[in-house]
């Protein structure tokens, strides 16, 4: 089992700035964050290969940067120009494949407030 550890959310001004850090408890392939509206499904932020390659949803392309360190086993989410409709609980996302199957893991979350 892998465990996901989330940090760095909390309560910021509109146009601020907030980097969330997630920690696995070994290396991921896929690591990500996903956010969830009150009453909405989660949805694709942004995700990184141990490789480097990203994905970013179209709403905070150019604002927000996912990045990892691979040693540490540890991805960020940098958040700047920080909108009230960014205000969402994230999660942290790993995907990973082992023998030909696919497994995917999901931190605790944690809610990020942006007001106006």
């Known amino acids: 089992q892998v465990q996901l550890v989330e940090s760095g959310g909390g309560l910021v001004q509109a146009g601020g700035s907030l980097r969330l850090s997630c920690v696995a408890s070994?290396?991921?392939?896929?690591l990500g964050w996903y956010r969830q509206f009150p009453g909405k499904q989660r949805e694709l932020v942004a995700t990184?290969?141990?490789?480097?390659?990203?994905d970013y949803a179209d709403s905070v392309k150019g604002r927000f940067t996912i990045s990892r360190d691979n040693a540490k086993n540890t991805v960020y989410l940098q958040m700047n120009s920080l909108k009230p409709e960014d205000t969402a609980v994230y999660y942290c996302n790993g995907r990973t494949t082992f023998l030909g199957r696919n497994y995917e893991y999901w931190g605790q979350g944690t809610q990020v407030t942006v007001s106006s």
């Open positions: 990184i290969t141990t490789g480097g390659s990203t």
């Open positions: 070994r290396n991921i392939f896929r």
